[in-house]
């Protein structure tokens, strides 16, 4: 892998070292929380919020334009930056990825961007829109982070979590992470009544995770709807 696994529990890493033979694994960094959180994936109870695979960003100052110009459409894709050969490529391997984790996913939502979307289906094979979980260009989040929130609190049914793809905006916000393309960060809900991330996983190591898969390749990982 070219990039550590980071903010992830120390447990957690010598886990994954463990039962899908990485490597590598570096240092946790960051979060500090209670629990593997490869447990807790499998448990349920969470949400896996995911940055859009990697884009075409030679498509960036057309959705620019069309923003300011107010063509823009989240219906139109040609009015977007939309996934890259590559990141549909990276969508699929992460959803090879979550399969070889035999994780059970009760819902995938999805902001409505059109990578967002491709995301979502080339890795999960379907996905639900929510409208407002999208962040807007300046800053204005405009109840994205409520959505977020209310998603990431509503229940499961027993050892499923919920998989939420969006942007890089709403993680930076809540969470101050940067997330890049393909990334993502477990979330969940506080004792207290807030959220907290419980660990990061980036592209490459999705990636890596792939492979275990390999047998069931093309197959996206399962989803049970509730």
């Given amino acids: 892998m070219s990039k550590p696994l980071r903010f992830l529990w120390i447990p957690l890493l010598a886990t994954i070292a463990a039962s899908l033979g990485l490597a590598e694994a570096s240092k946790a960094a ?4 209670g629990g593997a959180a490869l447990d807790a994936l499998r448990h349920g109870g969470v949400t896996l919020f995911l940055r859009h695979a990697p884009s075409d960003w030679s498509q960036e100052a057309t959705e620019f334009e069309a923003r300011a110009d107010g063509t823009f459409a989240f219906a ?19 959803g090879l990825a979550l399969k070889s984790l035999k994780l059970a996913i009760a819902e ?3 902001a409505p961007l059109c990578r967002t979307l491709e995301t979502a289906r080339l890795a999960f094979g379907q ?31 027993e050892r499923a979590l919920r998989v939420v793809v969006g942007d ?17 960060l477990i979330l969940r809900a506080t004792p207290q009544g807030g959220l907290e991330a419980v660990a990061r996983i980036d ?3 999705w990636r890596a995770l ?17």
């Fill in 30 to 33: 960051g979060v500090s929380v």
């Fill in 76 to 94: 139109d894709c040609r009015t977007q930056r939309n996934l890259s050969p590559e990141g549909r490529d990276a969508a699929r391997a992460l």
């Fill in 127 to 157: 996905a639900k829109t929510v409208e407002d979980l999208v962040s807007r260009r300046g800053g204005a989040l405009t109840g994205a982070r409520d959505v977020l929130e209310r998603l990431v609190k509503a229940p499961t049914p």
């Fill in 108 to 110: 995938v939502d999805a």
């Fill in 203 to 205: 592209l490459d190591d």
């Fill in 168 to 184: 890089y905006e709403l993680a930076q916000a809540l969470f101050g992470q940067t997330l890049g393309e393909g990334d993502g």
């Fill in 210 to 226: 792939a492979p275990v898969a390999q047998s069931g390749a093309g197959a996206p990982a399962p989803v049970k709807r509730f």
